[in-house]
């Protein structure tokens, strides 16, 4: 079985901080690309940050220089961490696992978990 699971969100002050995680089980990953994806009501997923299996990490400009990404291959583990948090980052953050083998594609998703940025 593949199973992301996700903790560490909750209710935080805005100017606060967060950290994610996402436990993977039931695939190979040091071999996938991991992201987190967020979601907030009415408006459309869209990919926080990624870091590939090799390391490259990307961020959605709204997030780049409050947010973190990163990765424990040893743990199965990927981690977001979230500084200077605004209302605006309200969401349900989801974990993403991804691998692309020419046509082949495995593609995984965590339940999702609430952030709450509020005073």
């Known amino acids: 079985q593949v199973q992301l699971v996700e903790s560490g969100g909750g209710l935080v002050q805005p100017g606060g901080s967060l950290r994610l995680s996402c436990g993977a089980s039931?695939?190979?990953?040091?071999?996938?690309?991991m992201g987190w994806y967020r979601q907030a009501p009415g408006k459309q997923r869209e990919l926080v940050a990624s870091?590939?299996?090799?390391?490259?990490?990307n961020y959605a400009g709204s997030v780049k220089g409050r947010f973190t990404i990163s990765r424990d291959n040893a743990k199965n583990t990927v981690y977001l961490q979230m500084n200077s948090l605004k209302p605006e980052d309200t969401a349900v953050y989801c974990c993403?696992?991804?691998?692309?083998?020419?046509?082949?594609?495995?593609?995984?998703w965590g339940q999702g978990i609430q952030v709450t940025v509020s005073s």
């Open positions: 870091i590939t299996d090799v390391g490259s990490i």
């Open positions: 039931g695939i190979r990953f040091n071999y996938y690309d």
């Open positions: 993403n696992a991804l691998r692309v083998l020419g046509i082949k594609q495995y593609d995984y």
